[in-house]
T-cell receptor, first 115, second 108 residues
């Protein structure tokens, strides 16, 4: 399984500002995924990032609010823009395993608090 | 729409066996996965059923019946460290949908 790191691990931000979360994988992967998880809740897919193409966003998530970059096969960033307290959550990146997107490996997450 | 339903909480004692059920309503699902998440940790992949039947991985087994849109995770010889949230997940191409999660509490 891939080893995934995320930066920062946590942050406290003021409303109206933006935060960029980095996701680094120790091997080349085609697809990377970004999720949001409220504490004690389920995971919600934000978008899928494929290297060399625009990210695909799920319903309720837009590029202006959550721009994603995927400059190479081992790295991706998610920016949370113009933050409000409702954006307080844990943000996780993940990559596919050998069995495709049913087998995903997650980074440790970024815990974001917006005040 | 696409959704997966599982019980919110399950309680069991050490050494026991517990089954966490998952029913799903969707089209296009071609399998069911299970993930474990400890408090403060990231989800970790446990198992994947692409075909009907039982898959066994150590103390954990997972079952799928696609005709019934139903699956379960079976945990045997429960240990305190198994206390965690367990998520079933399914989806189509490049999109995994997670259930709400089942919080398992294992007591001595």
């Amino acid at each position: 399984s891939a080893v995934i790191s995320q930066k920062p691990s946590r942050d406290i931000c003021q409303r109206g500002t933006s935060l960029t979360i980095q996701c680094q994988v120790d091997s080349q992967v085609t697809m990377m995924f970004w999720y949001r998880q409220q504490p004690g809740q389920s995971l919600t897919l934000i978008a899928t990032a494929n290297q060399g193409s625009e990210a695909t966003y799920e319903s309720g998530f837009v590029i202006d609010k959550f721009p994603i970059s995927r400059p190479n096969l081992t790295f991706s960033t998610l920016t949370v823009s113009n933050m409000s307290p409702e954006d307080s959550s844990i943000y996780l990146c993940s990559v596919e395993g050998d069995r495709g997107d049913y087998e995903q490996y997650f980074g440790p997450g970024t815990r974001l608090t917006v005040t | 729409g696409q959704s997966l339903e599982q019980p919110s909480e399950v309680t069991a004692v050490e050494g026991a066996i517990v089954q966490i059920n998952c029913t799903y309503q969707t089209s296009g699902f071609y399998g069911l996965s299970w993930y474990q998440q400890h408090d403060g940790g990231a989800p970790t992949f446990l198992s994947y059923n692409a075909l009907d039947g039982l898959e066994e991985t150590g103390r954990f087994s997972s079952f799928l019946s696609r005709s019934d849109s139903y699956g379960y995770l079976l945990l045997q010889e429960l240990q305190m460290k198994d206390s965690a949230s367990y998520f079933c997940a399914g989806g189509g191409y490049n999109k995994l949908i997670f259930g709400a999660g089942t919080r398992l509490a294992v007591h001595p």
